[in-house]
């Protein structure tokens, strides 16, 4: 007679035998039988043969698991509650499957040895950590942020809120770029080039440019113009101080002497080294009809073409000066207005010659 469904076995009609019973082939035989199909039929320790149905277990526990081991009883997989199942390794659990899918406990490395394929959305909610590459040929979608290096070889990367606490490399001299940035409202927000354009045009350049509208230099100076030329050109303190005391003001010079000097050659005067083209004013020579403004040259220098006439050198002369060690940033004029007149139009040499005793005096 075959199990009951809750597995008990029943021994066939007839038995047991009661004692002084003759051993009878009519029962006899249909007992054995019985006892040797219910045997055939039940699972092998040794695992021999197979089930042929499905094997059910006790749900078990963490500790003692449904399925366990011999020499570990609290290792193995138990029955949580519908539709979950664990598995416990010395009575802690590490995994969960179930209806939802599989979960790795909380404080459990979830570690690939191999390759690992995922055929839909891989979702992060928390940190991942990487310690080597990872290759993606698709999207990857992190809602609980990345931490790390991130390098995308090719095709585009979409970031709606990113944290960058080191470099962003973007292959300088590649075609990498970062699009659809909106224009910027923060100090420290990245600017568009369409931004970028708009307000540099509304920008001055510093190498020149046109001022439509109005400077306002909140009581602030403008510094370093030129000797006016124009009649439009902005002048300096200095120069119109020189006008209203009837001295002719005349472009700056690099430097002025302090000693008796050679009038050639490329040299250094007072620490500034004078270079061909650049204006001198000398006013400590011996012959002192050798002062004057003169322009510097590889061979004899020449007094300069706004000095180098009477009419140019009897009027009151003003030459700033640029630089210098002894007396930065000063104005020069010429004192003495006695000066004698050979011919109506002057050379150099005659102009030196025919001006004795000309001195000159440091303005601030």
């Known amino acids: 007679m075959p199990r009951n469904a809750s597995g008990v076995y029943t021994l066939p009609i007839g038995n047991p035998v009661v004692p002084g019973t003759t051993i009878q082939a009519s029962w006899a035989n249909t007992t054995m039988e019985d006892l040797a199909n219910e045997v055939t039929n039940s699972l092998s320790r040794t695992g021999a043969g197979g089930m042929l149905a499905p094997f059910r277990l006790a749900d ?9 081991y011999l020499n570990e009883t609290n290792t193995g997989f138990y029955r949580s509650g519908s539709g979950s199942v664990w598995a416990a ?37 928390g940190a991942a950590t990487l310690s080597s590459t990872l290759a993606v040929t698709g999207a990857i979608t992190a809602t609980g942020g990345v931490l790390g290096n991130i390098t995308a070889a090719s095709g585009t990367s979409t970031f709606n809120n990113v944290v960058i606490n080191g470099d962003l490399d973007m292959a300088v001299g590649s075609a990498g770029t970062i699009t659809n940035l909106p224009n910027p409202t923060n100090s420290g927000d990245a600017a568009n080039k369409a931004y970028v354009d708009a307000q540099d045009a509304l920008r001055l350049a510093l190498t020149g440019g046109t001022l439509t509208g109005a400077l306002a230099m909140s009581n602030n100076k403008v510094t370093g ?12 303190k200095a120069y119109v101080d020189n006008v209203a005391q009837g001295i002719d003001a005349k472009a700056s010079c690099l430097v002025a002497t302090t000693a008796n000097i050679t009038l050639s050659g490329t040299q250094t005067i007072d620490g500034v080294s004078v270079s061909a083209g650049q204006r001198v004013l000398v006013k400590d020579q011996s012959a002192s009809t050798q002062n004057g403004i003169y322009v510097c040259a590889a061979g004899a220098w020449s007094r300069s073409s706004d000095a180098d006439t009477w009419a140019s050198t009897c009027a009151r002369q003003a030459p700033g000066r640029d630089r210098q060690t002894q007396t930065p940033g000063t104005n020069w004029s010429l004192r003495s207005r006695l000066l004698s007149r050979a011919r109506s139009t002057l050379t150099a040499a005659t102009s030196a010659r025919s001006r004795p005793a000309a001195r000159w005096a440091a303005r601030r």
């Open 89 to 125: 390794v010395l009575g802690v659990n590490v995994a969960q499957i179930s209806s939802t899918g599989f979960l790795v406990a909380s404080g459990k490395a979830f570690t690939a040895q191999g390759n690992a394929t995922i055929g839909g959305t891989f979702g992060v909610t």
């Open 225 to 236: 113009l030129g000797t006016p030329t124009a009649g439009g050109d902005a002048a300096t």
């Open 60 to 68: 078990g526990s963490i500790t003692t698991p449904g399925v366990a």
